[in-house]
């Protein structure tokens, strides 16, 4: 899609359709008031008989009948002006977007100044619409033999005020780098796991870092033994796909080290469950369980775009969880790399296992603030449904700070205890803790137990295990992965 920001009368425009935002009880914006003019008050006619609706999002397509250049005019739903903001833009531009790929258009004039009832700001407006456009227009047909690609590919969006403070140039490289940054993790969640197994997603890595300023590090399995990191090699040892921790630094405040971060995914390629094999439907969309690595991918791709003043330090750790003659055992007993041992109660509590060797690595390499990414508990759809991520962590002030950069990006996180009355619940009796807590509380404890390796870090978890996936399409996530928590994190570094 290429995006142009154009200064032209309605009338002008000739692009396949013209797309207008219709507010709630406001249908006298000027904008709106001059197609209506246009087009002998259809306008007016179809909004007496209460067929235009105002949802956010909800299309009214009107063929205009050689009135106008252009065939199509779109009345697109934005709810009440008043209550406007970026995320419900974002919403609204990926269904249009959607729109307008089904029906076949190759070009779309987007007017984007109503009366100036709303306080938005015009390069904040602007961005919102190019990134709902490309993150709703996402498509996955890499295996499809009959490819049904997109149509839309020229989008103008369009400033009717004269008023040239409102903006007439923009530069939309960013925008288009982080939405397609997201993209990429969408597409790495799809990739069916005969493919994006753990040299997969290590082929990736390489291909992010290479003509970056990132720089790239892959444990294997002898250099993660070498540094004591049973735990992870636990995880991987069933399965013919050796298991990876793949480190990607970008050291953008060099003179500061302590200005750091850490962003560990959990990486697994395919949870089969192990030997606690997961029932048929459970592990069907099991190859998504390498989420959280593909979102610090995501992440890293975008930071070496965005090159803030910070030292961030991603890490996958990366395992296929597969049963087999050399799986792990409930009963096995694994140290991690910084010393604590662990009884495998469940095979299939994996993912805290992994990231359990990856947290002691970043403690060890002085990192002060961690972000751990992960589809971690099946529990967490139990407790927030697919509307929130859940969110834990050990320091409130850091958690804040997140909480205030989700505020300007949309995405949707609630903070759910960690209290260490909790860590009863996996106290074990041949270890240090077991990797399982029982039913109660299940993603309380499993955050827990990988705050247990944060050592003296500002920490936080997300678990995405119900976000990361939207059930159909809404806004500017279509049906399938979302990427969820990127825009979050990038912003919570940037600032
Ligand atoms: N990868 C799963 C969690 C998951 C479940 C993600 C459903 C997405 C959708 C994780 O490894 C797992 O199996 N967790 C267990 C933990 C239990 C054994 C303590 C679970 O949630 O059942
Ligand atoms: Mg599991
Ligand atoms: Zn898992």
């Known amino acids: 899609m290429k995006f142009k920001i154009l200064n032209s009368s309605l009338i002008e425009l000739n692009t396949d359709s013209i797309c207008i935002p219709y507010y709630k009880n406001n249908n006298k914006n000027t904008d709106l008031n001059s197609v209506n003019n246009l087009i002998d008050n259809l306008i007016d006619e179809l909004d007496a008989k209460k067929q235009i609706s105002s949802d956010l ?16 005019l779109i009345l697109i739903g934005m709810g009440e002006e008043k209550e406007l903001n970026y995320e419900k833009i974002r919403k609204a531009s990926g269904s249009l977007g959607r729109f307008l790929n089904n029906m076949k ?4 004039s987007i007017i984007i100044s109503g009366d100036g009832n709303n306080i938005l700001e015009f390069n904040k407006t602007v961005n919102a619409i190019s990134q709902g456009l490309i993150l709703g227009t996402y498509k996955y047909d890499k295996f499809k033999t009959n490819k049904k690609p997109n149509t839309l590919e020229r989008i103008d969006l369009i400033n009717t005020q004269d008023d040239t403070s409102y903006g007439t140039s923009y530069n939309f490289e960013e925008i288009i780098n982080e939405s397609d940054s997201i993209n990429l993790v969408r597409n790495l969640i799809n990739e069916p796991p005969n493919y994006m197994n753990p040299s997969g997603l290590e082929n990736v890595a390489k291909d992010i870092v290479e003509n970056s300023e990132l720089e790239l590090t892959v444990l294997n399995v002898k250099e993660m033994k070498d540094l004591g990191m049973e ?3 636990g995880v991987g040892q069933g399965s013919k796909n050796d298991p990876k921790m793949i480190i990607i630094n970008y050291n953008g405040d060099k003179e500061n080290k302590a200005n750091n971060i850490a962003i560990i995914g959990k990486g697994i390629t395919f949870d089969s469950g192990g030997l606690n094999l997961k029932p048929g439907m459970s592990m069907r969309t099991m190859k998504q369980d390498m989420s959280g690595s593909a979102i610090v991918l995501g992440v890293m791709k975008a930071i070496a775009h965005q090159k803030p003043k910070k030292n961030v330090m991603g890490i996958l750790a990366i395992a296929e969880n597969m049963p087999g003659g050399n799986a792990q055992r409930p009963g096995d007993v694994v140290r991690a790399m910084n010393g604590k041992t662990v009884e495998i109660g469940n095979t299939d509590a994996e993912g805290r296992l992994v990231l359990s060797d990856a947290l002691s690595y970043a403690v060890d390499k002085g990192i002060n603030n961690i972000i ?12 927030l449904g697919n509307e929130y991520t859940g969110l834990f962590g050990n320091d409130q002030e850091f958690i804040d700070k997140f909480l205030i950069s989700s505020k300007s990006t949309g995405e949707k996180f609630w903070q759910l205890p960690v209290d260490k009355n909790y860590s009863k619940l996996y106290k074990n009796s041949i270890a240090d803790i077991e990797n399982i807590g029982g039913r109660e509380a299940g993603s309380i404890t499993g955050a827990m137990i990988i705050g247990e390796f944060a050592g003296n ?6 678990d995405i295990a119900s ?12 049906k399938g992965p979302t990427g969820v928590s990127v825009r ?4 919570l570094i940037k600032n």
């Open 57 to 72: 999002g909800a299309i009214t397509n009107i063929y205009t009948m050689n009135k106008l250049k252009s065939k199509q």
């Open 105 to 108: 258009n190759d070009s779309a």
């Open 231 to 233: 735990v992870i090699l």
């Open 372 to 383: 751990d990414i992960a589809t971690l508990t099946g529990a967490i759809s139990i407790a």
């Open 457 to 462: 870090a500002s920490w936080i978890h997300l």
């Open 467 to 478: 976000t990361i996936t939207s059930p159909k399409d809404v806004g500017y996530n279509p």
């Open 488 to 491: 979050t994190i990038l912003n």
